[in-house]
């Protein structure tokens, strides 16, 4: 997240599910929810259409 920039002081952000949660059910969709705009960098505020490509999902991995 090296290209993110948060606008504004203080903020906070929440994610759900919660950091260590467990038994999620699949069709369960995660949020990230901020507190103030969140821009690129290169000054692009972003919105729910850009999510897709900046995010990318994870497969759980218990090996790791």
Do not use: W
């Not at 997240?1 to 995660?30: A, R």
Request: hydrophobic share 35%; aromatic share 10%; no cysteine.
């Amino acid at each position: 997240f090296d290209d993110l920039e948060l606008l504004g002081n203080p903020y906070t952000f929440n994610f759900l599910p919660e950091n260590g949660s467990f038994n999620i059910p699949v069709n369960v969709s995660p949020t990230i929810t901020f507190s103030v705009p969140v821009e690129m960098s290169n000054g692009n505020v972003i919105t729910n259409a850009d999510i897709q490509s900046i995010l990318e999902k994870a497969k759980y991995d218990p090996e790791k």
